[in-house]
Nanobody, 123 residues
Framework: QVQLVESGGGLVQAGGSLRLSCAASGRLFDRYAMGWFRQAPGKEREFVSGISMSGGKTIYAASVKGRFTISRDNVKKTMYLQMDSLKPEDTAVYYC????????????????WGQGTKVTVSS
């Protein structure tokens, strides 16, 4: 089983960019589909984006499509989320997650979760 650690969060102005990373330790990273979720204050956790274990398939929530780009490097055992054109409503704690399957689910059925990294977008 993998362990996950997110990094790259911070404070950015609206319209700016951030790149989140999710570093995995342990074995078989390339056997896991990966996902990004976020939870804003007072709201439920929501799906943001997912990527298949090979990296060949990506999916996005409608709210971030066209602004966020997910990718992974199986050699480095790291997943990324490039976030551009950030909006105040993107403010949340972002979590990466791993699911032992080829394709990424859009629900919270993932097997392993990171501790989260906070993103704050000021207006």
């Amino acid at each position: 089983q993998v362990q996950l650690v997110e990094s790259g969060g911070g404070l950015v102005q609206a319209g700016g960019s951030l790149r989140l990373s999710c570093a995995a330790s342990g074995r078989l990273f390339d056997r896991y589909a990966m996902g990004w979720f976020r939870q804003a204050p007072g709201k439920e956790r929501e799906f943001v984006s997912g990527i298949s274990m090979s990296g060949g398939k990506t999916i996005y929530a409608a709210s971030v499509k066209g602004r966020f780009t997910i990718s992974r490097d199986n050699v480095k055992k790291t997943m990324y989320l490039q976030m551009d054109s950030l909006k105040p409503e993107d403010t949340a704690v972002y979590y990466c997650a791993a699911h032992l399957s080829s394709d990424p689910p859009m629900t919270s059925v993932y097997d392993v979760w990171g501790q989260g990294t906070k993103v704050t977008v000021s207006s």
